[in-house]
């Protein structure tokens, strides 16, 4: 007979989530559900009548971690709603903005999951908390990566967190010839620090990978070779920015998109028998605690073309790149390789910007609300789609579908045949941002009713 474990919170993520697992006799996950239960902070609903000129700078206060996908995401799709074409500098400045983001979120993301690796030829885990080397200058080479990447998002964007510059019809501001140089020399100190960061997460990964055993709770945990593989597909809408509806060719097709209330996915009623007071930090919940997954879930479950996918770095580099290595190890290894191209195509929009180059169009039509746009960014995480549709200037209907909330189903199939307490490890390759996922508030969990037209 088999059991059931819950892990809550999950920890080294942004938001808040739980993990309700059944395992078998030998503690191995059959059936893992993976949920959000943060808040929902309701700016879906928030921005609705609100003058569209607001709107991206409100939904950049989605989180405070993906504040430029989503601020770039809500202006391309309410530009496509209304029909805007920007002047190519301002697009250039948002690419660069777009990439500055993503080597922040690749660096926080090292964070996160260091602690789970280990020095290379020791059974040591990585603290970058020590003062001792290597791991000092581990931390010190992360956070330098992510004072770059802030510093040119300030920049370029206005403020290092929430972008003042990006507006519907381009941007605010074209930058000066002194600030590009300061972006050039910026960019270009971070390529060999990217560098050796990109190659030393590589190698503790590939190490992890090689290894029999992890410490956790102070037991030695067996490590499957299959750590987090899943038979799940992959979206990405571009290598690198985005797209939207007005692109002549599509990389894929909303009309393929449906989302399901999680009652439709997760486990109903489960009550937890396995707990383990030494699993860190503070055990799992208490045996004889009353779980119900499917009523818990502030997330919905997007599906394309029927199916749970995989949205992220390994999804972009398999799409367009042709990688092709599973599991959890595979995609870590994928968003490290991710830090070059982004360093070098910031360099390379440097190169082409003119800072005397217009950088906002006139005039700004209101929009005749008769079209759902959208537009789709890719930052760190993975595929990020804004839905709109604009009138007179003021925003009728928004949506979103944010890269964790594609994740959550498909990292819930990934969770099985691995030992429960290699979970919180598999989903940490996902880079959670939980809070940017849950748009769902559960109003009577008896009779599985939601707040309607939260989500579509």
Known sequence: ???????SPTTRHEGRSKLVLQVDDEGIITVGNWISVTPVRGLEKAVLGKPMEQVPKLLSRV????????????????????????????????????????????????????????????DRKINLFSPEEPMRSIARRIQRIREIAQGITEIAGGEAIHPTNT??????????????????????EAVDIVKTQMDFMIAVLRNFQRRDWTEIGG???????????????YLATDSLYGTSSRTSVQSWDP????????????????????????????????????????????????????????????????????FNEKGTIGQQV???????????????RLDTLNTSGKVLTDPIPPGDGKTLAWATTEPARGTNVHFVRVREGKVADYSMIVPTTWNFPVCSKALSGAPWQLAEVIIRGYDPCVSCATHMIVLDPDKNVVAQNLIR
């Open 63 to 122: 989180c405070g971690i993906c504040p430029v996908a989503h601020a770039l995401a809500a202006v391309e799709a309410i530009e496509t709603s209304i029909g805007v074409e920007i002047p190519a500098d301002a697009h250039t400045l948002r690419v660069i903005l777009h990439c500055a983001n993503r080597l922040n979120n690749h660096a926080l993301s090292n964070i996160f999951t260091l602690p789970d690796l280990y020095i290379p030829g020791t």
């Open 255 to 322: 009309d393929h998109l449906r989302e399901i209330r999680p009652w439709n996915f997760y486990m109903g009623e489960v009550t937890i028998d396995l707990e383990d007071s030494t699993y860190p930090i503070g055990g799992t919940t208490a045996a004889g605690t009353v779980v119900h997954p499917k009523r818990e879930a502030t997330n919905a479950i997007p599906l394309y073309n029927g199916r749970p996918v995989e949205v992220g770095p390994r999804a972009r580099m398999a799409l367009y790149q042709g």
């Open 334 to 348: 994928a968003r490290q390789m991710e830090y070059m191209t982004d360093v070098h195509e910031i360099l390379n």
């Open 219 to 233: 037991r030695q945990i067996p490590i499957p070779r299959n750590l987090g593989y899943h038979s799940e597909g």
């Open 1 to 7: 007979m088999g059991k059931v474990v819950e892990i």
């Open 167 to 188: 507006r519907i019809g381009g941007m605010y501001y074209n930058i000066t010839s002194r600030a590009k140089q300061k972006l050039t020399d910026l960019a270009k």
